[in-house]
């Protein structure tokens, strides 16, 4: 049996070892097979963008070997080379007699193109040549070139340039006296930049003294809505409108190709620029309008969130404003977007009370339970709202010390807002003597009542009734409200009707009741308390030897 059980145990060890070793020898075949490396085009022919953006780079040197590599021409032998070359020349000579380029940030910078368009999934439309007063489109097409796909300029356009410059020559010789800059003539360069000067310059004039006119012929321009914010939207956007008129002009001048779409391209950078300026004027603006607004209804807590709300605004459009700006530079903003994202998301948990603070200053202000000046009570804190601020809320206490509560905190507490009162609740208790009779007891009720009739600024539905009868007093009721919002006053009215109301019972003859006692002793206290007084006491004895002695109880200190 033994034997058996040895046998098995080594034929499952023979069949399992040669399969351990295969695993392992593909795993470690599977670790050490390399990661295949995608290795970029060196000319960055692969979206349009590049495309475009490497051929001017080229025809500005100006190498027309490497511009040649951007047409989809055969270059495989020195003659297929020298006729590229050619070709790259009269290309460059009709982008620069009449040709022009989509905007930088018009052409797409995806590896697919644009499919949103009527031409084919691997054609792209990048500009126009004028040939022969005739519109021919510059057409992209992809292909493969080596390893990989790219874009070049399509056959069919270079055969029409290979047509224009057979009927007439396209190519000028240049001027050896000529001063270039940057690829193109200084002097095309002075045109483009003096144009651009020139409408930014007259738009400018026109917007000052639209501002002007406007500041002499409105009253009271300050706090006009419409001066305000012509005065913040005409400078930005006399900016704007001289970079559209730069471009529908610039067009249409005979100058560089280099020196138009590289001024073009920068030119749009000048639009964000316009766009941002006009953002922030009018943010500006806006806030101002309503701070002033804010300040004359006395809420100074809104004011500390427009001008929050302010910032952020600012903030906000310009970090996107300098994402726009780096995608016209051709920079890839994808990851550090992911990156901002991420490190907000680390901020936010680690200012945790903060953010926390922040939105309970929002809730605040817009539930508002408080302003400042009211007083309030927030569990055991009683005072005056000094300020409301982003982070916290100042209140001064009746001590003249300042409590600062988180306005996180203050979001989730009950608050009594005393100073949010339509009127003062007046509820004293009259209390009159027992000895006193019926007739002057519904002569004390009367006289009540009447004094809170009389009384302008007393609540409808005010009463005085005899509410109860104790050992000491009967007891007259008043329940009544002063119709009044402000403390001060109520406090005055207050008096009045206590005084008047003290005045008219003395006058009837009717005291207010006092705490008595009433204390009992034998004879023997007696006479021990008459020799301590050194005289005959208070009081009558009974027939059990007992005195009673009633003694009125001075009223309680105040």
Same mark, same amino acid.
């Given at each position: 049996m033994r034997l058996h059980l040895r046998f098995l145990i080594l034929l499952l060890v023979a069949l399992a070892t040669p399969l351990s070793l295969t $695993?392992?020898?593909?795993?470690?075949?599977?670790e050490a097979a390399p990661a295949e490396e995608v290795i970029p085009d060196a000319l960055k022919r692969e979206t349009p963008r590049s495309m475009v953006s490497g051929l001017i780079s080229a025809l500005a040197e100006p190498d027309y070997d490497r511009a040649a590599q951007y047409l989809d021409v055969p270059a495989g032998t020195n003659r297929q080379r020298t006729n590229a070359i050619t070709q790259a020349r009269n290309f460059h000579a009709l982008l620069d007699n009449g040709g022009s380029l989509q905007s930088f940030v018009v052409l797409s910078n995806e590896a697919i193109g644009k499919i949103d368009d009527d031409l084919p999934a691997e054609q792209e439309n990048v500009g126009v040549l004028t040939i022969q007063d005739r519109k021919v489109p510059i057409l992209l097409t992809r292909g493969q070139d080596g390893d990989h796909q790219v874009w070049r300029v $399509?056959?069919?356009t270079i055969d029409q340039v290979a047509q224009a410059a057979r009927q007439e020559p396209v190519v000028q010789e240049p001027d050896k006296n000529e001063f270039s800059v940057a690829g193109a003539p200084l002097k095309d360069w002075a045109m483009l930049i003096g144009l651009g000067i020139l409408i930014f310059g007259g738009l400018w004039t026109v917007a000052a003294l639209i501002v002007a006119a406007m500041r002499r012929l409105v009253p009271d321009a300050a706090a006009n809505g419409l001066v305000r914010f012509m005065e913040a939207a005409l400078p930005p956007a006399s900016l704007l409108i001289a970079v559209g008129l730069f471009y529908s002009w610039a067009e249409r001048l005979p100058v560089s190709i280099v020196a138009r779409t590289t001024l073009l391209r920068y030119t749009g950078i000048v639009s964000v620029i316009a766009l941002v300026w006009f953002g922030l004027r009018l943010i500006d603006a806006v806030a101002e309008l309503a701070t002033a607004r804010m300040q004359r209804s006395q809420r100074r807590q809104v004011v500390a969130v427009i001008t929050l709300a302010r910032r952020a605004a600012k903030i906000l459009l310009l970090i996107f404003s300098g994402i726009a700006i780096l995608g016209t530079f051709g920079i890839d903003v994808t990851t550090g977007i992911a990156a901002l994202g991420i490190g907000g998301i680390a901020l936010a948990l680690g200012a945790q009370k903060t953010v926390e603070n922040l939105v309970g200053s929002v809730t605040v202000i817009a539930d508002k339970p408080l302003q400042v000046g009211d007083f309030i009570?927030?569990?055991?804190?009683?005072?005056?709202?000094?300020d409301v601020g982003i982070r916290s809320t100042r209140i001064r206490t009746g001590e003249r010390t300042v409590v600062t509560i988180p306005n996180g905190d203050l979001s989730a507490r009950q608050i009594e807002n005393f100073a949010a009162r339509d009127r003062f609740l007046f509820n004293p208790t009259i209390a009159v003597p027992l000895g006193t009779s019926s007739a002057k007891l519904k002569e004390a009720i009367s006289i009540v009542q009447q004094v809170l009739t009389e009384q302008k600024n007393m609540a409808e539905g005010h009463r005085?009734?005899?509410?109860?009868i104790n050992d000491r007093a009967f007891n007259i009721d008043v329940f009544s409200y002063i119709d009044v919002r402000e403390f001060d006053t109520q406090v005055i009215i207050r008096e009045n009707l206590l005084l008047t109301?003290?005045?008219?019972?003395?006058?009837?003859?009717i005291d207010f009741a006092f705490p008595t006692q009433k204390i009992v002793f034998t004879r023997e206290q007696s006479a021990g308390a008459r020799e301590q007084q050194?005289?005959?006491?208070?009081?009558?004895?009974?027939?059990?030897g007992l005195v009673t002695l009633d003694k009125t109880m001075p009223p309680p200190r105040a």
């Open positions: $695993a392992y020898a593909a795993g470690q075949a599977e $399509a056959r069919e009570k927030v569990g055991d804190v009683v005072g005056t709202v000094e005085a009734r005899l509410g109860s109301i003290h005045e008219r019972l003395e006058a009837a003859g050194g005289g005959p006491g208070e009081g009558a004895a009974n027939d059990t």
